[in-house]
């Protein structure tokens, strides 16, 4: 089945400590996103790829990184410089259509 | 920088009957497309229904219709016959046409709950 896997579901972390959000996708999308869900916030980008080797940073960059070294996988890292990381992440891809498809989420939580 | 906003954090409705989800949004384009995503409690996000800026008619989708109104910026949800399985959150979303990375603007979203 085509689709996107994020893991773990559930993640914790101590303060100070870097952590890393998996993201892979099967459908042979160019296109990879990182979104950020808080409450009454709705949705925010934290960085976007649109080619292996190539990501660019969302409205929320800060404290977190990408890497695009396979088409198929967009890892994010959340860094000790985030201040505030607890939150639900999701992943999407695209391809030349119109739709963003999106994985099941991480909920990140910080000890 | 486009901003899109949803007025009503929670909404009810009988199940059967028909709500209606509102959603405005800024922007100086004039191309563009707009969605209707769903967050059920597993919160995986589905795409729900989405309409291109240069078409006049509204898009609908089974029980799903929006009611688009481009001079008003305003894009607005319809539910006919709601259902039990239409609890969910309702993200109203933007994209610009031309802008480099396809990058979606969302609203805050609206809680909807469905009474039996």
């Known amino acids: 089945d085509g689709g996107i896997t994020q893991s773990p579901k559930y993640l914790f972390r101590k303060e100070g400590q870097n952590v890393t959000l998996s993201c892979e996708q099967n459908l042979n999308h160019d296109a990879m996103y990182w979104y950020r869900q808080d409450p009454g916030q709705g949705l925010r980008l934290i960085y976007y790829s649109q080619i292996v080797n190539d990501f660019q940073k969302g409205d929320i960059a800060e404290g977190y990184s990408v890497s695009r070294e396979k088409k198929e996988s967009f890892p994010l890292t959340v860094t000790s410089a985030q201040k505030n990381p607890t939150a639900f992440y999701l992943c999407a891809s695209k391809s030349g259509g119109l739709e963003q498809f999106f994985g099941p989420g991480t909920r990140l939580t910080v000890l | 920088a486009q901003t899109v906003t949803q007025s009503q954090p929670e909404m009810s409705v009988q199940e059967a009957e028909t709500v209606t989800l509102s959603c405005t949004y800024d922007?100086?384009?004039?191309?563009?497309?707009l969605f209707w995503y769903k967050q059920p409690p597993s919160r995986q996000m589905i795409l729900v229904i989405r309409q291109e800026a240069y078409k006049q008619q509204n898009a609908t989708e089974n029980r799903f219709s929006v009611n688009f109104q481009k001079a008003a910026k305003s894009f607005s949800l319809k539910i006919s016959d709601s259902q039990l399985g239409d609890a969910a959150m309702y993200f109203c979303a933007y994209r610009a046409l031309m802008e480099y990375g396809n990058k979606l603007v969302f609203g805050a979203g609206t809680i909807l709950r469905v009474k039996s």
């Open positions: 922007t100086s384009e004039s191309d563009y497309y």
